[in-house]
């Protein structure tokens, strides 16, 4: 699948997030200070979620993290702050993306059709320039203070990937920023490099030189990054979005019964609630603990027994007591024993 057939996947990913941005600001949220009750609220931020780099975790989760964020740091400096906390390899595959073509320029260029991989198709990721080289973003963020935090994280983020691409520094020769000037840029200007800041712009933006956006990158690697664009097209087509609460405890559900526990207490606290809130919020989907683990086991137990597992081996699996209680679970769902369905 190319990098725009990847693109065209349709709607099934609109509105949703990477897990590794969102343990990003996740990261920053906490280094802000943000209070873990006020993270727990947050839908898809519990680790069984973050985990799965297959998972999608809708947008509205980031924008509360980076509201968050705003309200807990405000001020010009917050958003290169994450930039700079955030190392080669933050963003998984999206970071090298940008950084292993042969230029600056073929990188990006080349990256931009995956720009989904990493946020919502409603963040805007532009570029323009045959010479010098102009990348422009557009936040969805509807509140101007949490806007600015999100454009100066996304120019600090770009400034910074450019130079570990080229393995010098490097100073743009503009930045632009669509919200009002602070009143201390002291350090803005230590991020990008130079006072010539650009605000209350017509766009955010960042723009390298001509002869740093088609200089040979040291990080080139044209295996690499045809390998990265290869990953980029598996984890599109087969990414997972997190519509709500009910998918987020399908997946918690899951991860407990491969580790032997399927129990409604551990699977509450890996989704950070109480027992009574969980089974709530399933009852308010029409489901129940019981119903789902019921399910799950089910059509765990056809798949094992198709592929030739005996009824003692799947009973382990699946945490039963043992192969007898089983069985009696297979004629329950089914009204044959284990052995005859094979």
């Given at each position: 699948?190319?990098?725009?057939?990847?693109?065209?996947?349709?709607?099934?990913?609109?509105?949703?997030?990477?897990?590794?941005?969102?343990?990003?600001?996740?990261?920053?949220?906490?280094?802000?200070?943000?209070?873990?009750?006020?993270?727990?609220?947050?839908?898809?931020?519990?680790?069984?979620?973050?985990?799965?780099?297959?998972?999608?975790?809708?947008?509205?989760?980031?924008?509360?993290?980076?509201?968050?964020?705003?309200?807990?740091?405000?001020?010009?400096?917050?958003?290169?702050?994450?930039?700079?906390?955030?190392?080669?390899?933050?963003?998984?595959?999206?970071?090298?993306?940008?950084?292993?073509?042969?230029?600056?320029?073929?990188?990006?260029?080349?990256?931009?059709?995956?720009?989904?991989?990493?946020?919502?198709?409603?963040?805007?990721?532009?570029?323009?320039?045959?010479?010098?080289?102009?990348?422009?973003?557009?936040?969805?963020?509807?509140?101007?203070?949490?806007?600015?935090?999100?454009?100066?994280?996304?120019?600090?983020?770009?400034?910074?990937?450019?130079?570990?691409?080229?393995?010098?520094?490097?100073?743009?020769?503009?930045?632009?920023?669509?919200?009002?000037?602070?009143?201390?840029?002291?350090?803005?200007?230590?991020?990008?490099?130079?006072?010539?800041?650009?605000?209350?712009?017509?766009?955010?933006?960042?723009?390298?030189?001509?002869?740093?956006?088609?200089?040979?990158?040291?990080?080139?690697?044209?295996?690499?990054?045809?390998?990265?664009?290869?990953?980029?097209?598996?984890?599109?087509?087969?990414?997972?979005?997190?519509?709500?609460?009910?998918?987020?405890?399908?997946?918690?559900?899951?991860?407990?019964?491969?580790?032997?526990?399927?129990?409604?207490?551990?699977?509450?606290?890996?989704?950070?609630?109480?027992?009574?809130?969980?089974?709530?919020?399933?009852?308010?989907?029409?489901?129940?603990?019981?119903?789902?683990?019921?399910?799950?086991?089910?059509?765990?137990?056809r798949a094992l027994l198709d592929q030739g597992h005996s009824t003692s081996t799947v009973a382990q699996r699946l945490a039963f007591t043992d192969d007898r209680a089983l069985r009696k679970a297979f004629h329950?769902?089914?009204?044959?024993?284990?052995?005859?369905?094979?």
């Amino acid at each position: 699948m190319s990098g725009v057939a990847a693109e065209g996947i349709g709607s099934r990913l609109d509105g949703t997030v990477s897990t590794h941005l969102l343990r990003l600001l996740l990261r920053a949220a906490r280094a802000a200070g943000v209070a873990e009750d006020q993270l727990a609220r947050v839908p898809g931020t519990d680790e069984v979620i973050l985990s799965g780099e297959l998972n999608r975790i809708p947008m509205t989760s980031l924008l509360r993290l980076w509201e968050l964020i705003a309200q807990a740091r405000p001020g010009a400096g917050s958003g290169a702050a994450i930039a700079a906390a955030a190392p080669l390899g933050s963003l998984n595959t999206w970071d090298y993306l940008v950084t292993t073509g042969a230029t600056l320029a073929d990188s990006l260029r080349a990256a931009q059709p995956y720009h989904r991989l990493v946020t919502a198709a409603t963040e805007g990721f532009d570029l323009t320039g045959d010479g010098d080289l102009t990348i422009g973003y557009r936040t969805s963020a509807g509140d101007p203070a949490v806007a600015a935090v999100v454009n100066e994280y996304v120019l600090a983020y770009y400034l910074r990937r450019a130079g570990e691409a080229l393995g010098r520094p490097l100073v743009p020769t503009r930045v632009s920023f669509g919200h009002a000037a602070p009143a201390d840029r002291t350090g803005l200007i230590a991020v990008f490099g130079t006072a010539d800041i650009e605000f209350d712009a017509e766009s955010d933006a960042i723009t390298f030189h001509a002869d740093d956006a088609t200089a040979p990158l040291a990080r080139a690697d044209p295996m690499l990054s045809d390998l990265m664009r290869s990953h980029a097209d598996l984890v599109l087509a087969s990414a997972r979005p997190i519509a709500g609460p009910l998918d987020a405890f399908r997946i918690a559900l899951g991860a407990a019964l491969d580790a032997g526990d399927p129990a409604l207490p551990r699977v509450a606290k890996s989704l950070a609630m109480s027992q009574r809130t969980l089974q709530r919020h399933l009852a308010e989907h029409g489901t129940s603990w019981r119903d789902e683990l019921d399910l799950l086991r089910y059509e765990r137990a056809r798949a094992l027994l198709d592929q030739g597992h005996s009824t003692s081996t799947v009973a382990q699996r699946l945490a039963f007591t043992d192969d007898r209680a089983l069985r009696k679970a297979f004629h329950r769902w089914t009204g044959a024993s284990p052995t005859t369905s094979r």
